[in-house]
């Protein structure tokens, strides 16, 4: 069935997560590939193939190794290939991202507040709620990945 394409249906909507995706990625000093990390592994929990797609190319543009980027979903088995700042953002990126079964715990929150400034990691929690926003319009949508056949 095909689905509408909801940034031409409301273009108003669209520029407003637009305008949140704009922020997170240039206006909170977050680096860009902990940006991209956090997208890229959001995405992965939620199952949402078009910013799989996006997310993957962003980090391989960035410069990760193949041999780290395929490891994301297993990051806690390879953490060596992270540093102490990404493994802290990939474990809060999954805390929020199922928040409806963590409720974002207080060990978690400690962690995560242990490594990032107050600030860095209100603006690391816009990012991950941001990321959950966009793919749940891309998944409700069916937006298609990039990837060509």
Known sequence: MQRASWFQVSPDAAKAIGSLHHFVTTGTGLPSRLVHLVFLRVSQLNGCAHCIDIHTRD???????????????VWHEAAYLFSE????????????????????????????????????????????ATMNAINRLGISFRMPPRAKA
């Open 85 to 128: 700042a990404e493994r802290a953002a990939l474990a809060w990126s999954e805390e929020v991202t199922r928040v409806s079964e963590s409720h974002a715990c207080d060990e978690a929150y400690a962690a995560a507040a242990k490594m990032f400034e107050e600030k860095d990691l209100v603006d690391l929690t816009v990012t991950i």
């Open 59 to 73: 980090l391989l543009k960035e410069g990760m190794p193949v041999d780290t980027l395929v490891l994301i979903p």
